[in-house]
């Protein structure tokens, strides 16, 4: 590395210290290959998912059969879900410290991997890929009982989905995938009793990957990647399936958002190029107001190896977790903003 990249990331690393990103916690020595944090009452609980299928949170074990993995929080208490090879789903309650705090409930069938969960006061919203190409999904009580059982909301795809995400509001839920092979972004949403608006999927975006899903509580706020991984790309989307305008947020690629109760936080990365020919990704913190414009940059990390990443908020404080081959698995909490900022959000 020349002397000028040298500086170049001495100086990144001292910007990001300015920041007002809390110093990381190291939460393991080795990295994962998926990382999610949600954001309970006592403080963020991050889980992680080996290659090997070993699932923990907060180091503790939760299990070793894990493909894909997903928490959420209402309280102090979390609820951690996962699929497994033979497509089960499960699900198990978590205090805040990681310890497990029940018995582990299957919860739904016919998975391909990825799953998402929300948190709607007590009752938790878990949708997963199914095996035909749809998307299932089921309501459970904040210790895994199941409350709706697992039925699906849309139809069978010869497509199958790749990554999907969940969203909860105070009269129902939303969920939101694409499909890699067509670079498409889809939707749907289903009424507080889990019955959904339309077993037909709502196209969100024709040109589109790696999406996410959050909810001021009223409407659901959408992003995601374009097709080119250059820009970050928004918009609302109601219960009655009503779409926003599609917004810009800049450049970006592989958004996590949340809304911290003022604003929407979102987390992606963007390639820095000090000089023509040598780039690297870096990870960004940024609020976004309730009409998709970007308002604050809240922290920068230096993220040199590609890896994976979440985010959670609540009351304005922003959790942020992230592992990569340099990084290994980190945590790490942004300060509360100036109040006098928040009224600039609405």
């Known amino acids: ?20 990103l809390e110093a990381p916690v190291q939460l393991a020595p080795t990295s994962a290959a998926h990382v999610e944090v949600t954001a309970t009452a006592v403080g963020p609980l991050a889980i992680w998912i080996r290659d090997d ?18 928490v959420a929080s209402f309280g102090d208490y979390a609820l951690v879900v996962w699929t497994r090879a033979d497509g089960a789903v499960m699900a198990v309650r978590v205090r805040p410290d990681g310890m497990t705090a029940g018995v582990v409930r299957r919860i739904g069938s016919n998975a391909t991997g990825p799953i998402a969960i929300a948190a709607a006061s007590d009752r938790y919203f878990v949708t997963w890929a199914g095996t035909l190409g749809e998307v299932y999904a089921a309501i459970v009580s904040d210790v895994g009982n199941p409350l709706v059982p697992a039925m699906p909301l849309t139809t069978q795809s010869p497509s199958m989905i790749n990554e999907i995400a969940a969203a909860a509001s105070e009269n129902g839920f939303a969920a939101v995938w694409h499909v890699w092979s067509e670079k498409k972004v889809f939707a749907t949403t289903a009424a507080e009793s889990g019955v959904p608006a339309s ?23 959408a992003a995601w990647t374009d097709g080119d991984f250059e820009s970050l790309l928004a918009r609302t ?27 929407y936080t979102v987390a992606f990365a963007r390639n820095v190029q000090p000089r023509p020919g040598f780039s690297f990704p870096v990870l960004w913190v940024t609020r976004v107001n309730v009409a998709g414009g970007v308002v604050e940059t ?18 304005g404080r922003v959790h942020l977790v992230r592992s990569s081959s340099d990084v290994a698995i980190q945590s790490a909490t942004v300060r509360e903003p100036d109040p006098r900022m928040r009224v600039l959000r609405h």
């Open 199 to 221: 077993m037909t999927p709502l196209l969100v975006s024709d040109d589109g990957l790696f999406p996410d899903i959050t909810s001021n509580g009223d409407s659901f706020f």
């Open 1 to 20: 590395m020349r002397p000028l990249e040298i500086l170049f990331l001495f100086l990144l690393a001292a910007t990001a210290l300015a920041d007002p």
């Open 298 to 315: 809240l922290a920068s990390a230096a993220a040199l190896l590609p890896g994976s990443w979440d985010v959670d908020a609540r009351s």
């Open 237 to 263: 989307l109601t219960l009655d399936r009503e779409l926003g305008r599609i917004r810009s947020l800049g450049k970006g690629m592989a958004p996590r958002i949340s809304w911290d109760g003022f604003a």
């Open 53 to 70: 299928g070993v699932m923990k949170a907060q180091g503790r074990y939760v299990t070793n059969t894990a493909v894909r993995g997903a």
